[in-house]
């Protein structure tokens, strides 16, 4: 039975990419506003309401590794000592993270360019975001045993999500000379520093 659900997961996660993979070709050839739900799923050869079982929206294909991104961010603070500094927390755990981005970065700057040009996905991209702040606002307030009233987790994630953001768009923007972890951990620092 294990195996069944597991290969039914795993079948579902690859149409779930090759459908993600065929947006991203049909939105860079035809545009993003102009190619339709309608043309994704009859290039993957389903139905358009099977198309809604996989994604909310058009925008999410283009955004559809936030929620893996987020899970792996908390799952890696998570690792982290507890006794441990919130902020070297922090800087170990995006760390971890820009290493998944590194390993693909074509991917990943195929949807920035699109994110980039199209208000609509660039407002659904700081949505997310919106949500991720809180997660790990959560998370790092759980961490410290602090209350509603404290700022500092607030603070400490929205800093660190800003710190990945500028690192993430400085290295797909400047060719990727140094290595997203090196240059997370770098804007880590600086910040800690005080800049």
């Not at 102009?34 to 993957?44: L, N, R, V």
């Amino acid at each position: 039975m294990a195996e069944a659900v597991g290969l039914r997961e795993r079948n579902k996660r690859e149409r779930r990419r090759r459908l993600e993979d065929l947006a991203i070709e049909l939105f860079e050839r035809d545009g993003f506003e102009k190619t339709t739900i309608e043309q994704i799923a009859g290039a993957a050869e389903i139905a358009p309401r099977t198309f809604f079982s996989y994604f909310a929206t058009k925008d999410d294909l283009v955004l559809a590794d936030y929620t893996d991104r987020l899970d792996r961010i908390l799952h890696e603070l998570d690792q982290r000592p507890s006794d441990e500094p919130a902020w070297e927390a922090l800087r170990a755990s995006f760390a971890a993270v820009a290493d998944d981005y590194a390993a693909e970065a074509d991917r990943l700057r195929r949807r920035f360019t699109i994110m980039a040009a199209n208000p609509s996905v660039f407002a659904r991209s700081l949505q997310l975001q919106a949500g991720w702040e809180q997660a790990l606002t959560e998370r790092l307030a759980t961490r410290a045993g602090t209350g509603a009233d404290d700022l500092r987790p607030r603070l400490l994630a929205a800093t660190a999500l800003a710190v990945m953001r500028a690192s993430l768009q400085h290295w797909l923007t400047n060719g990727q000379a140094t290595p997203l972890p090196d240059l997370v951990q770098r804007a880590f620092d600086q910040l800690g520093r005080g800049l």
